[in-house]
């Protein structure tokens, strides 16, 4: 049975950085890549982007590049989302998703999800 | 801003019909993947290819396509199934970028 758990909430001021993680079980984990979607309060899913687990190579959307980062510790099959200079416009819960296929946007499962909260 | 337009809301009478649409240049060439989420919960994927339903998805969820626009029809709505929906795909990039749609908002009546 497929399981993705993520890290508890955070609360961070501007400027800061916090580092999401995401723990699989259930499959292999270099077999499928991981994605990592954000929803700001009261708004719709943003594809922030998806790391191959088996290369660790990242693809970031075009909004994401530069402050948001993927990781991976393949030992312990675990992926994270670092997130550096935090803005209050960062505020929303993160969720890290797997594709039904190895590379795919077809997400199926789904972490329960991370609130970052980015308040002085 | 979304490559994928969707009406913010949708309302169907309990036991009716009801289609939400997703329109966007790259549904000429790739399939979308719906998604249901419910407040306060993580997505759950409802349809992917061309009417694939994951496992333990009713059937009076089905998906179709037309050109630009893919659809999700929900035949015989039912009060558990008002939820925000939002459909996914790859962009027009050329590169193995997905992007969400804006969601709708389903409510029945």
């Known amino acids: 049975q497929v399981h993705l758990v993520q890290s508890g909430s955070e609360l961070k001021k501007p400027g800061a950085s916090v580092k999401v993680s995401c723990k699989a079980s259930?499959?292999?984990?270099?077999?499928?890549?991981m994605n990592w979607v954000r929803q700001a309060p009261g708004q719709g899913l943003e594809w922030i982007g998806w790391?191959?687990?088996?290369?660790?190579?990242?693809t970031y959307a075009q909004d994401f590049r530069g402050r948001f980062v993927f990781s991976l510790d393949t030992s312990v099959s675990t992926a994270y989302l670092q997130i550096s200079s935090l803005e209050a416009g960062d505020t929303a819960v993160y969720y890290c998703a797997r594709p039904l296929s190895a590379t795919g946007y077809d997400l199926i499962y789904w972490g329960q999800g991370t609130l970052v909260t980015v308040s002085p | 801003s979304s490559e994928l337009t969707q009406d913010p809301a949708v309302s169907v009478a309990l036991g009716q019909t009801v289609r939400i649409t997703c329109q966007g240049a790259?549904?000429?060439?790739?399939?979308a993947s719906w998604y249901q989420q419910k407040p306060g919960q993580a997505p759950i994927l409802l349809m992917y290819a061309k009417n694939s339903r994951p496992s333990g998805i009713p059937d009076r969820f089905s998906g179709s396509s037309s050109g630009d626009t893919a659809s999700l029809t929900i035949t015989g709505a039912q009060a558990e199934d008002e939820a925000d929906y939002y459909c996914n795909c790859r962009d027009n990039s050329g590169n193995p970028n997905w992007v969400f749609g804006g969601g709708t908002r389903l409510t029945v009546l």
């Open positions: 259930g499959y292999i984990f270099t077999s499928y890549a």
């Open positions: 790391i191959n687990t088996k290369t660790g190579n990242p």
């Open positions: 790259s549904l000429r060439y790739y399939y």
